[in-house]
């Protein structure tokens, strides 16, 4: 039977601990949000809506002409659950899953997505999971019923640990589900992996 997936991307918090807003980063020759929904493009859904702060005109540029919906998560420095709630009010809920994409990992790719994807196909009622070497990564792929669980969770970890026993770990060769690029060191991290170089520390 095929299931429907839609894609949310959080994409709406401040950096605070990078300095600037890393949504905005090159990676390649592109912001690094461009390429987290190339990725998700590449995997082939259809709907992705990006959660951005009310403050975010910059990253909503950067999206121009992409096949994406906005939405707003009105609370100033809101934590990711408010975010993917704010998501969620926005997808299709005919969708079987949504994948939970964070901006903090541009470098999980497409392939892994469709690996997800097809994992979410064979075991629907299931909260995908990918690893890398042993760690658990993102994004994750929930069955919709799963994630409408943040409306009264206080975090996302809070949905995966009361469904632990629903919980499907995918093992994957894509060291971008664990490189998280939240500080400055982490971004030179990132670049290394894409051949890249930091041109701008300021």
Known sequence: ????VSAVLLAAGLSGRMGRPKQLLPLGNKPVIRHCIDNIIAAGIQEI????????QAIAEALSGLPVRIAVNNTI??????????GLKAIDQSSSGV???????PLASGDTMKTLMHAHAESPDK??????????GHPSLF????????????TLRGV??????????????????????DTPEDYEQVLKRTGG?????A
């Open 160 to 181: 995966v640990r009361k469904n632990e026993g629903r919980v499907r770990i995918i093992d994957v060769p894509d060291e971008g589900v664990v490189l998280d690029m």
């Open 77 to 86: 420095d809101g934590d990711m659950a408010g975010s993917v709630r704010v």
């Open 197 to 201: 170089v930091v041109t701008d520390k």
């Open 143 to 154: 069955p919709m019923t799963s994630l409408h669980e943040i409306f009264v969770a206080d």
């Open 99 to 105: 994948l939970v994409c964070l901006v903090d990992h």
């Open 1 to 4: 039977m095929e299931r429907r």
């Open 49 to 56: 809506v990006v959660v951005v702060s009310p403050h975010a």
């Open 127 to 136: 909260i995908i999971i990918p690893a890398y070497n042993g760690k658990r």
